[in-house]
């Protein structure tokens, strides 16, 4: 199967940073590859399709890129409602893994 | 409006069954491949399973294969997961998920002796 690795696994900036978030495979998934956000309490909410295609109604600030096997999120200007933990899946064939996951706190 | 249902869990003891239900609403249920996905308390997100849009073809994650049974009813908009032998390690929220429309609240599945 696939590895899935994330990192890093937490962060923690100032509100208007910069953040990045990678997602490393083991092997090529071309782009099939989605970003998701959960809330502390809530349910996950997808972000970010096909690596890099924003899902209707999500901030402008997130953008994702990458394909192959090494994916980034972006955030571009850090907000106080952006504290959440960020998941990249694949999706490309089963099993369609998560990634352990990225702890995003506000300094 | 576009809506994932689940129901079904509960408290249950190891080694029993459970059936999850998903009723969907707002799409065409038909038309999508549908997944399981569970995350357990303070933990990650886990792909359970997955199902075509006809409900022939199914795959699952190493840890519930021979245990649980995904399956669908197009007829009915219902995704369900029939899951037997039930471990403590089961337990979990499980959510029914596919790409694109906005994940339910999902059913707390708790095993416990």
């Known amino acids: 199967d696939i590895q899935m690795t994330q990192y890093p696994s937490s962060l923690s900036a100032s509100v208007g940073d910069r953040v990045t978030i990678t997602c490393r495979t083991s092997q090529d998934i071309s782009n099939y590859l989605a970003w998701y956000q959960q809330k502390p309490g809530k349910v996950p909410k997808l972000l970010i399709y096909a690596a890099s295609t924003l899902q209707s109604g999500v901030p402008s600030r997130f953008s994702g890129s990458g394909s192959g096997t090494d994916f980034t999120l972006t955030i571009r200007s850090l907000q106080p409602e952006d504290v959440a933990t960020y998941y990249c899946q694949k999706y490309n064939s089963a099993p369609q893994t998560f990634g352990p996951g990225t702890k995003v706190e506000i300094k | 409006q576009v809506q994932l249902v689940e129901s079904g869990g509960g408290v249950v003891q190891p080694g029993t069954s459970l059936r999850l239900s998903c009723a969907a609403s707002?799409?065409?249920?038909?038309?999508?491949?549908m997944h399981w996905v569970r995350q357990a308390p303070g933990k990650g997100l886990e792909w359970v399973a997955l199902t075509s849009l006809d409900g022939t073809n199914k795959d699952y994650a190493d840890a519930v294969k021979g245990r649980f049974t995904i399956s669908r009813d197009n007829s009915k908009n219902t995704l369900y997961l029939q899951m037997n032998s039930l471990r403590i390690e089961d337990t979990a929220v499980y959510y029914c998920?596919?790409?694109?429309?906005?994940w339910g609240q999902g059913t707390l599945v708790t095993v416990s002796s």
């Open positions: 998920a596919t790409l694109g429309v906005p």
């Open positions: 707002g799409f065409t249920f038909s038309t999508y491949g």
